[in-house]
């Protein structure tokens, strides 16, 4: 790998890790989610400085070019990154699915709850659940 080429991963790598740290300071990104980022940040960064590593695992996968190693350690970690995402987002959709059975099933027992006086109920000069200011 070119000097240049090495002296570009490293940057890009450790931009990454600056991003990241700084959105989990700023509470943009919670800890939770940053790890698999700093993760591929890590890996990206030590792959740009031991080029002995990279070099031994573009012979072990038959990679003719180790910078492209570089790229693919990128794909996985999106991937993985992906999949994970995604099962969280699959959670809370169940989350929240459940949390609107379960308001649901409040204001139900909140309206049985409620005196029935249909006097009360329809608000003067408007149609029934309306107010007169409301349009």
Do not use: K, N
């Not at 991003?19 to 790890?35: G, I, M, N, P, Q």
């Not at 949390?99 to 027992?109: F, G, M, P, T, Y």
């Amino acid at each position: 790998m070119t000097s240049m080429i090495q002296i570009l991963a490293i940057a890009v790598s450790s931009a990454l890790l600056l991003v990241v740290l700084e959105l989990v300071r700023r509470r943009r990104l919670t800890e939770e989610y940053s790890f698999i980022w700093i993760a591929c940040a890590l890996a990206l960064f030590g792959l740009s400085i031991w080029r002995d590593v990279l070099h031994a695992i573009a012979r072990w996968l038959g990679v003719f070019y180790p910078p492209a190693v570089l790229l693919l350690v990128l794909i996985v970690f999106v991937f993985v990154g992906l999949l994970y995402f995604s099962v969280t987002m699959s959670r809370q959709r169940e989350q929240i699915e459940r949390l609107i059975e379960d308001v649901a099933i409040l204001e139900a027992r909140l309206h049985d709850a409620a005196p029935r006086d249909t006097a009360s109920d329809a608000p003067a000069g408007g149609s029934p659940g309306r107010s007169p200011d409301r349009s």
